[in-house]
Nanobody, 123 residues
Framework: QVQLVESGGGLVQAGGSLRLSCAAS????????MGWFRQAPGKEREFVGV????????DYADSVKGRFTISRDNAKNTVYLQMNSLKPEDTAVYYC????????????????WGQGTQVTVSS
């Protein structure tokens, strides 16, 4: 089992930045590709981005490309989501997830999930 705990959410004005963290415990963190998803009220949970187990590859949703960056520190069992140039439409609960080593983009592919952290962007 892998336990995931997100932190770093909050309220920010449009154009601002936030950095989310996801701390993992349990089985070897570096065995997994790590993804970020988000879910806005009344909407489906959607893919934000993913980073490979060794940090060598990333993939992002078109809606966040150029604004969001995922990184990881395997020594600290932590993955990060740096969010810049935030927009009101980025408002959502953000979840980190652990999945297989194939840069998964579908939520069904992920085995482990955190509880989420709220990000609210005011206009």
């Amino acid at each position: 089992q892998v336990q995931l705990v997100e932190s770093g959410g909050g309220l920010v004005q449009a154009g601002g930045s936030l950095r989310l963290s996801c701390a993992a415990s349990g089985r070897t963190f570096s065995k997994y590709d790590m993804g970020w998803f988000r879910q806005a009220p009344g909407k489906e949970r959607e893919f934000v981005g993913v980073i490979s187990w060794n940090g060598g590859s990333t993939d992002y949703a078109d809606s966040v490309k150029g604004r969001f960056t995922i990184s990881r520190d395997n020594a600290k069992n932590t993955v990060y989501l740096q969010m810049n140039s935030l927009k009101p439409e980025d408002t959502a609960v953000y979840y980190c997830a652990g999945g297989p080593r194939l840069l998964p983009v579908r939520r069904e592919e992920y085995q482990y999930w955190g509880q989420g952290t709220q990000v609210t962007v005011s206009s």
